[in-house]
């Protein structure tokens, strides 16, 4: 069985800094695919990056980058240039590789500091 | 492009009344459907999923059933609810192709009294 575990509860940053939200995860696929989400206080789930794990390179889109380690399968989300709408829940997920399933972590709340 | 509805935002149901819950597509055909669960300050819990019209996958045993009776249409229900059935419910949908990501919609938060 799959599982994505967030170890941190709560992060806060100031305002224009950067944040690292960790998440491991635990699966025998050998191919799979990972996704950071974001949710903020209207709930709504707006999916935030994606990282093919067959891939090497870092995914990045705009301030958001990740450090995926295969090896020790880690998927941490880097926020650079905090900006207060980045204040949210921050939810990691997996998918094994042609299904479509995705297991979620527990979310991290995240607080940026004005 | 494509959009997702899903309604009402809020219900607030008494003990061992009937549910229902929709969500539909727009801009995509033959979508894969989902529903979720979160409860306050946790993760989302995986409900049931649906890769065609009828086919309805079960995750939890649970006090809930699902139903998709057309292709962009995916329904949750209940016969009767109980207080452990409150929370925060999401759809989502994703194209068939594999690993794609799930786009959601903006919840409904059910409150049973």
């Known amino acids: 069985a799959q599982t994505v575990t967030q170890s941190q509860p709560e992060m806060s940053v100031q305002e224009a800094e950067t944040v690292t939200l960790s998440c491991t995860y635990d699966?025998?696929?050998?191919?799979?695919?990972l996704f950071w989400y974001k949710q903020p206080p209207s709930r709504q789930m707006i999916l935030v990056i994606r990282?093919?794990?067959?891939?090497?390179q870092n995914a990045t889109e705009n301030r958001f980058s990740v450090n995926f380690q295969k090896a020790a399968k880690s998927f941490s989300l880097k926020i650079s240039d905090s900006q207060l709408g980045d204040a949210a829940m921050y939810f990691c997920?997996?998918?094994?590789?042609?299904?479509?399933?995705?297991?979620f972590g527990q979310g991290t709340r995240l607080t940026i500091n004005p | 492009s494509q959009t997702i509805h899903q309604w009402p935002a809020t219900l607030v149901q008494p003990v061992g009344s009937p549910l229902s819950l929709e969500c539909t597509v727009e801009?995509?055909?033959?979508?894969?459907l989902y529903w979720y669960r979160q409860a306050a300050g946790r993760g989302l819990q995986l409900l049931f999923y649906?890769?065609?019209?009828?086919?309805i996958s079960s995750e939890v045993p649970q006090n809930l059933s699902a139903s998709r009776p057309q292709d962009r249409q995916f329904i949750l229900s209940s016969k009767k609810l109980l207080l452990s059935d409150s929370g925060f419910y999401l759809c989502?949908?994703?194209?068939?192709?594999?690993?794609?990501?799930?786009?959601f919609g903006d919840g409904t938060r059910l409150s049973i009294l």
């Open positions: 989502a949908w994703s194209l068939v192709q594999g690993n794609q990501p799930q786009h």
């Open positions: 699966t025998s696929e050998s191919d799979y695919y």
């Open positions: 990282q093919e794990a067959y891939k090497q």
């Open positions: 997920a997996m998918g094994p590789q042609g299904a479509q399933k995705l297991v």
């Open positions: 801009g995509t055909s033959n979508p894969n």
């Open positions: 649906s890769i065609g019209i009828d086919q």
